[in-house]
Structures are given as C-alpha cells and as structure tokens.
C-alpha cells in the first residue's frame, strides 16, 4: 500500500483531504506523468530481477522467470493510467498488486512452472484516447494497430492549456514519451497463460454488503459513440422559438430521453462529453457534438437501447427546425464495442478457491458470505484478454461504490486482501 | 456597400458560397483583426478629415467639425466586432454606414450646426466578454469602469489554439492590441446631441412583409446569467441512475423546462455556452456551467420567467442525486441586466421622416407600408446611448432574418437605404 502511494506522485490530482494521501490522480495516458510512472515501474521491476518489454501500443510486460523457459507466463495485469479527476485505485491497484507478488515470491524464494509477468496496459481508461481498453485490444487482433495509433486525443483533453496546439494521436503521443516500443503489439509477439486482474470494485455491492472479496464472473456489455447534431446558428435576441434549428436544445432532449430508454430496459446511458458551437451566449448553437455511453448486462440488451434512440434521436432532431424547413441532424459514429463477457471457468475457480482460503481467518462465523460473484459494470483489460487466454477477476470493496471521483477509496486492508488472493489464484493456476 | 465588404477583409469567416464576399466574420473584440480594422478605421476618419479620439474602453470617437465648435457633434454609431461565427452586416454595416455618411457630406459640402461624429463601441456583441454592450454602457455611466475593464474573456474563446495561456480580461485585450485609450470613458467625457444608428433587424418581420426601414421605437428586456451546477463525478458504467448526482443530466432537464417557461410568458430564453467537467466518456460530468439568455418584451415579463426558473432549476438539482443524499446544486450569477428601453420622440420622428423621404420614389402605389415601427429583439449600442441622450434606431431587413450566422445577408440597396436615411436623420437632427 505504501508502494501504492508512492507510486501516486506522479499525476497527484484534486485534494480532498489533510492526509499526505488525501488526493485524487490526474494522470492521463501518455501525458508526461504517465512517463514518469512507467519509467518507475520499469526500474522498480527490474531492481525484482524481471525481463522488461515494450510493445507498439505502450504496453508494459515484466516477467519474473519460471522454471521452464519456452512456456507463457500467467500475467497480473492492469492499468497505471487514470481519468482526469480520478482516484488512486482505478487501475494503480492492479499494477501495484502485481508487484506486491512478485516482492513476495522473491521474498519467498517461491518458484513456479511458467513465468509470472506484471503488465502495465496503455490507456485503459479511455479518457484521453477514446476507445478503453484499446491496447489490450490491440494485443488481442480485436483492434487493428494502425487504427489505435491514429486515434485522436478528445477535445476536453486538446483544450488543457498544456496540451500541444494540434490534437495528439496515440502514435504522436506514445513517441513523444519514448514509449513506441518496437515488440509487435500481439497475443501472439507476446503470449501469456492466463490473466488475472485485481481492481476496485466501482460500485457499491461489495462494501454496502459488508463482504470482501468479489469473484468476478462477467462483464455487461458497453458501445461507445460520438454523435453530432447539426442546427443553424441564430441570434438568441431575435428568433422566435419556431424560427430555430437549435442544436443544444435537441442535445438536451435526446439526453433526457436516453435515460427514460436505457432505464426501461435495465441499462444504463450517459453522456460525459459535450461541445456546444459556435459558443457565444447570444447565439443559439447550431452544432453539438457529444459522447454516448450505453451500457447492459447482454450485447442484445445494448443493441436495443441503441436501435430506439436512434429513431428517438431522428424525431427529436426533426422536430428542431421543423417550422423553417431546416430540421437538426442527427450523426452516429460508432467509437467501441466491447460486447458482454463470461470469463473462464478455470480462472474463476482458482480465484473462488483464494478468495476463500484468504478470508477463513476472519473473526465472522461465516466467512464464506464475506465473498461472491459478481458481474463488472466497468470494462477491464481482462476483456480482451480473454478473447485470447484464460482470465478473470477479483474485486475489492471501495468507499460508496464511488470511482472516477478524486475520493475514491480502498482501506489498506481491502488492498491487501486483493493482492494476497491474486497471488494464490496465480500460483494454483500455475500448478494447474 | 463595397467599402463595407472592403473592412470584412480583416476577420472573414465561414464560407458558404464561391463569391468573394461569401463568408461570414469572425472578428472577436480586441482581436488582431479587430485591430486591424480599428487602425483602417481610424486612417479612413483622419483621410476624410475628422478628428479622432480614443478612450479607456477602445471607443474610437470620429467627428466631422459643424459651425459651432462648442456644442457636442451627433453621432451614428455601431461596432465593427463579431461573432465567433457572425456575418458581415451586423454592427459593421453601422459604422460603414456613418463612414459614407461623412464622406457624402464632405463630396456635397453639406456644413451642419454641430459636428457629424462616427463612433465604433467596443464589445458590442458580448461574444469575448460577456456583457454585450458593455463600452457605449461605461460611457453611459451605467457600467462601472473597473467591472469593465476585469471582465474575462469567456471559456469558449480562451480555448481557442490562437488564445492567451491565461484567459484575458478586456484591459489586457485593450493594452495588448494598442487600444486603451486616454480619454476618460463617459457621456460627460465624449458628450453627444444625438445617437443614431442602422442596423439589420436580425429578424424576419421587414423581409417577410417585404418592408424596406423598420423605424425602431423600443428594445426589449434581456438579462444573461452564469450558472453552475455541481453535482458529483462517477463512472457512467458502474453507477445506477439513483446513485447519480449528474450535473449534465440537470442541465438537460433544465435547458427543457427553460424553454417551456419563457414560452408560456412569450418570452425568450436561450443557452449558448455549456462546459461538461472534468469531459471524460466514462465519467459522469459533477460540474456543468452554462450562459442563460432570457428576453422579453418587458423587463417585467423577464424578471418573472428568472423567478419561476430559479424555482424549478432547485427543483430539478434537489431531484438529481436525492438517492444519495448528495442532490446537485445550482448557483447563478448575473452578468448582465438590461431593461426594456423606449427611445426618444424626437429622434423617431426623424427617422420616420426620413424613412418616408427616402422611400417616396419607390414604384410602388402606396411607399407609406414600406415602413413600419418596430421593436428591436437584440440589444444595440443606443441602449445605452438613449439612457444619456436622445438616440434611435433605423432597421432593414435581412435575408431570412437570419443573424449570428456566416450567411447574415442584406442587399447592397437595402443597405444604401439604410445609410440614407440615417444620413437625412442626423442632418434633421441637426438643424431642430
Ligand atoms: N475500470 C474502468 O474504469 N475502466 C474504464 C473503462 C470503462 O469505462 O468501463
Ligand atoms: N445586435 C446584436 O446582435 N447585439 C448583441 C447584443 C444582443 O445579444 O442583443
């Protein structure tokens, strides 16, 4: 935990308390505070004696050795980068988790079978480049290399008064830090036995159930878009409320109107970004783009909710505008897809089987209630993993379910408990 | 007209046709083309003999001696800024229009009692710095100076690529372009006989009734207000809509009920700027500041649409994040309050006058329909102006009554109309 903190310098974002550690991150992928901590990790990993490489994407593999040289190493896995106004959790935890392991076995003089490897994935969180997960993706052939690397930073990101004067890609981004790495960015360059991931859990079953560990058996399905709604700029003074095409006005609508719908049918939408133009209090704004976040436990699910707005979406739009003969339009573009995901039985067995044997010391007498299953609401790298390898997941309790929030929270014990069931479901898998 | 389309050079905009005056303006205050148009504007007054004055708040005061050196000159003026994405008619077509004026006097040796003055306000249209307005309204003695002068320029424009690392106030915008002049900004300063001013109606009444001068006798109430709603940052996949405190999702819902509230009192209200924070698609926004515009024909009428919208935004902030016991909240401020303003008898009556003089030799049976009285929806300079001395307005139509808008668009003979009839105006004026 204190290893945790430590690495929580570079990138320390908004304050919310006294403490030393009473602060959020703001460390977006690739920006220089991500430099600083990779270069941290990778020093801290070698000083653990691991070999260290560096793919296309960014991606960061550390192995400690097994004893069988030509066999994949199972991998911990996670992400050091954070959202703008994030938490020290999100992410930090796995990476820090996995060497926590390695220290351990080390300490322990602990040989395994197949290697053990610590990997650092490069912008998990989507927040700078928006596509989450997109190197896991790319490791695992789901997302074409060339399309990762063109991906543009967002705009909230391309307005922060540091940012350089033209949007960033991820490839301009990756060299400016010095992490282009040149091993191919491949399931198949870079081969793992399995993955597990430990993480918060982001929600608020685990810590409003009093229980401490979540064995994670799926994650809900999510398709990210960005959508653009053109009007006709006007004069706020002058037009008559028939006379607009008022691009912000159908923007509004539409927002009310995708929580009615994903609420109807047991999902979620959000929308995190939104750009009004041309931006002057006395014009109406004739273009709004904006970000769409849907999210259900199943694919069909999601594809519902998608398909109704978008006839919603064209009626609100059509609406707007109606009475000049200039209506708004509605643009999609799809930005992700990461369909509904079921993580595999043998992964989850040996998470089941840790967790329990981590907890029976607990002063409760029924400690196996302190651990369940649970489905992840939040994508994981460990998606894309598993379309290539056995994986799965452990989840730790936080403060009010609350992530992507400066207060997020994870007492160290919680920590501790995540990593001490990632490293037995390592070690049974490895002996598997 | 072609010496209008001559001062676009500095600042075209959005093009939307293949002529060379086919785009529209982006000429913010105190921006480099607005210097660049300043400093042709001064050149022109000085070349057609007149004596110019800068003062404190960048007006450029251009007059035109009369017989009588100790009376104060009458004055045409506009403002030569625009919107972000204006047109070439709105506010320039003003100055244009007095820079002709003077020149016709001067080709026909026209002497008048008191001088002729030309003046181009800074600022008029409130895009860079929120007050629209706000020099002919520190001349006025309606603004303070120092509130003026620290007003900052606002987010949209200061995250423009070309835009200061820190957001400029209008005094540093003043220094920075070589415009803060030494005259003492006020009415007792820079005294007028008279304001008179032509403008585009920026609505569709003129075009549509196909009338050619609108001579305007009143401008309707408008009060601009800041808003921020703080509610609380999550993760949009792992948080259930009763555990949000989503502030983009209560501004949605409040951009609605605005609309619904001001029409059911026949007013207008109007959102032109909004920031999402911290603006991440996995994030649910705990921060929204938006600009509201309302309008109304009464200043009383839009006291009573803010009254009923501060009611129903507290009620629509208490709702969002009621679950969690963490509701948003909603914070206004006011940047700006202007009542509804009816100009001055005298000066009507010159228009009007004028109005029918210029229009008498149309080939049409009955010229009196050609005018009519108007009220104006958008905010002018002569506001101000009227508050110190007798002032009013002369309107022609424009294409679709379009305005703020690249396409902004009147005909080059309803513009020589318009510089007509301010001119028979001032010289009516001038000799009461
Ligand atoms: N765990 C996490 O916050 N991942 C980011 C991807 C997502 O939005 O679910
Ligand atoms: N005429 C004009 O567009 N003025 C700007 C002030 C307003 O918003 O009414």
Same mark, same amino acid.
């Given at each position: 935990a204190s290893d945790l903190h430590h690495s929580c310098q570079w990138g320390s974002g908004i %304050?919310?308390?006294?403490?030393?550690?009473?602060t959020g991150m703001q %460390?977006?992928?690739?920006s220089q505070d991500d430099k600083s901590v990779r270069d941290w990790f990778i020093q801290t990993m070698k000083a653990l004696k691991c070999n260290v490489t560096v793919d296309e994407m960014g991606n960061i593999f550390a192995v400690r050795p097994g %004893?069988?040289?030509?066999v994949p190493a199972t991998f911990i896995g996670s992400h050091l980068d954070t959202q703008p106004?994030?938490? %020290?959790?999100?992410?930090i935890l796995g990476v820090l988790a996995g060497i926590e392991v390695i220290k351990t076995m080390n300490d322990m003089g602990l040989e395994t079978e197949g290697g053990v490897g610590v990997v650092d994935w490069t912008?998990?969180?989507?927040?700078?480049?928006?596509?989450?997960m997109v190197s896991s993706g790319v490791w695992a052939e789901c997302i074409p290399l060339a399309h990762a690397h063109n991906l543009k930073e967002v705009p909230t990101v391309a307005s922060?008064?540091?940012?350089?004067s033209a949007p960033e890609t991820m490839k301009s981004a990756l060299q400016k830090i010095g992490y282009?790495?040149?091993?191919?960015?491949?399931y198949k360059s870079t081969p793992m036995a399995a993955h597990f991931e430990v993480h918060i859990?982001?929600?608020p079953y685990l810590v409003s159930a009093n229980q401490r560990v979540g064995v994670v058996t799926a994650v809900q399905a999510y398709r990210w878009f960005r959508l653009n709604v053109i009007g006709r700029d006007t004069h706020t003074g002058t037009t008559a409320f028939e006379h607009r095409a008022d691009a912000l006005y159908a923007f509004a609508q539409m927002m009310v109107r995708a929580r009615e719908v994903a609420a109807s049918k047991g999902c979620l939408a959000s929308v995190g970004i939104v750009e009004a133009k041309?931006?002057?209090?006395?014009t109406v704004p004739g273009q709004v783009s904006f970000s769409l976040d849907i999210r259900g436990p199943e694919t069909e699910q999601v594809a519902e909710v998608e398909k109704e707005l978008r006839t919603d979406f064209d009626a609100i739009a059509a609406a707007e505008g109606a009475g000049i003969g200039k209506p708004c339009r509605v643009e999609w573009t799809l930005d992700f897809d990461s369909p509904a995901v079921k993580f595999h039985e043998d992964c989850i067995d040996c998470v089941q089987q840790s967790a329990q044997a981590v907890v029976a010391?607990?002063?409760?007498?029924?400690?196996?209630?302190?651990v369940r299953t649970i489905m992840s609401g939040a994508g994981h790298d460990s998606v894309f993993t598993s379309k290539r390898v056995p994986t799965s997941m452990i989840f730790i309790p936080c403060k009010d379910g609350?992530?992507?929030?400066?207060?997020e929270f994870s007492t160290a014990d919680d920590c501790a408990t995540g990593a001490s069931v990632i490293l037995q479901a390592v070690v049974r898998y490895d002996r598997k």
């Open positions: %304050r919310w308390g006294n403490g030393p550690t009473d %460390r977006l992928a690739l %004893r069988r040289a030509n106004t994030g938490g %020290r959790y999100d992410g912008n998990e969180e989507g927040a700078r480049f928006p596509i989450s922060l008064p540091t940012a350089a282009l790495g040149d091993v191919p960015c491949s859990e982001q929600g041309p931006g002057s209090v006395n010391d607990a002063s409760v007498a029924d400690t196996k209630s302190l609350l992530s992507h929030h400066p207060e």
